[in-house]
DNA sequence: GTTAATGCAAACGCTTTGCAGTACA
DNA sequence: TGTACTGCAAAGCGTTTGCATTAAC
């Protein structure tokens, strides 16, 4: 369902994607949730946990429902309430970025420590494949710089049928 | 609720904003929603057209129900359900964008013809400032073309603080 | 006359919330 | 032991849909 690309110079690791990230970043990501917690008096529940590792475990795109069920399957039980609770804890520490790609419901994201990226959306097949341009990142800081603009985050969807798709 | 702003050649006409396209444009529009419909075997009703109307009437963001409410101020009954089925059709015929700028509920946008603009969005007070940057645009088309994408449209979302709201 | 559109109200689907019971610190 | 968290089920909310009636062409 979701690919990685890069087409400029990647500006950390480049091995995203699968479960591949080094086990010294997840555990940063999850100490950083680790002292948001601690930091507003919240407390690591074992659902907590369980829904954060579940997460940190990959960087696609999920819904929340599928964490639900990927939890289920492995014979852990966290009622959707508590994912929708956590989903919003993992946002404001900035460990999750929350899309919406034309349908009804949302989509999360497992967003790595400082990095970032956009998304091609093919209309056709659903597929979304990620990039990162820095040419693209500084024309917006511009923008946002003749606006007298702060900005904390963006989000650009590009929709249109992607290669494989104009093929056949 | 919208700022109206280019910081780049603007393409089209320079006085969007508020009521102020001149009357050709607006039957221009009209005329292509017309031919739509005839294509498509589809029937101009009193409520269509009421609905069609009241879009074209001005250029910003609205909600769905806005429309509703905003006819029937005018002692016009036309039910949500036919202005969604008609912002369906405008969708279709380009005339009019959905976006989602982090809320539940949809806005929707009458653009004029061939015209694009992105959007910063305030998450203090709400704002919503639009821009056109032809550089941007630029590099997002080089972007597709590298990943063989081809492009139907785009939302460029930048979320931040406004320059009234960081003064204050 | 035929076909499509309307309005209503019910259904939908994702998400949020109130509340009583539970568990972390 | 106190405060926060969980799960449940119900409520919320924007949006869509089925169906009988009405209107465009």
Redesign the pocket.
């Known amino acids: 369902m979701t690919q990685q690309n890069r087409n400029s110079p990647a500006p950390a690791s480049a091995e995203r994607g699968g479960h591949a990230e080094g086990p010294r970043k997840a555990a940063d990501e999850k100490q950083v949730f680790l002292d948001y917690?601690a930091r507003q008096?919240?407390?690591?529940?074992?659902?907590?946990e369980a829904v954060v590792n579940e997460i940190f475990r990959d960087s696609g795109h999920f819904?929340?429902?599928e964490i639900v069920q990927r939890l289920r399957n492995n014979r852990v039980?966290?009622?959707?309430?508590?994912v929708?609770?956590?989903l919003?804890l993992l946002k404001e520490c900035q460990l999750v970025e929350q899309h919406n790609f034309g349908t009804?419901?949302?989509y999360y994201e497992h967003v790595h420590l400082g990095e970032h990226h956009d998304h091609l959306i093919c209309t056709q097949c659903g597929n979304v494949i990620e990039f990162y341009n820095q040419r693209l990142e500084d024309v917006q800081q511009e923008i946002c710089s003749n606006f007298g603009f702060e900005e904390t985050h963006h989000s650009l969807r590009i929709f249109g049928v992607c290669s494989k798709c104009r093929q056949s």
Do not use: W
Request: aromatic share 4%.
């Open positions: 917690l008096n919240l407390k690591l529940t074992r659902q907590r819904e929340a429902e039980r966290v009622s959707r309430a508590t929708y609770r956590t919003e009804a419901q949302s």
